[in-house]
């Protein structure tokens, strides 16, 4: 089940890995790599050496407007 269809309430900041957000967008970790490069996808937060990290909400709402701007 898809979190855009769940109605729940979410916590305004929760750091999701980039696992969670290929996860969250049913996407592959290339297809995430690509949109990143192309500078049309949320900056994330590096944490320690090498994780990267997304505001839940921040990747979310970006997901919704891009679907309804392609609709």
């Given at each position: 089940?898809?979190?855009f269809s769940t109605?729940?309430?979410m916590k305004d900041f929760e750091?999701?890995?980039t696992n969670e957000v290929c996860k969250l967008l049913c996407i592959s970790r290339s297809t995430?790599?690509?949109w990143r490069k192309s500078n049309?996808?949320?900056k994330g937060t590096v944490l320690g050496e090498r994780?990267?990290?997304w505001n839940k909400v921040d990747i979310i709402n970006w997901w919704k407007f891009h679907k309804r701007v392609q609709s």
């Open positions: 089940m898809h979190i109605g729940k309430l750091l999701i890995s995430l790599l690509r049309h996808f949320p994780a990267l990290y």
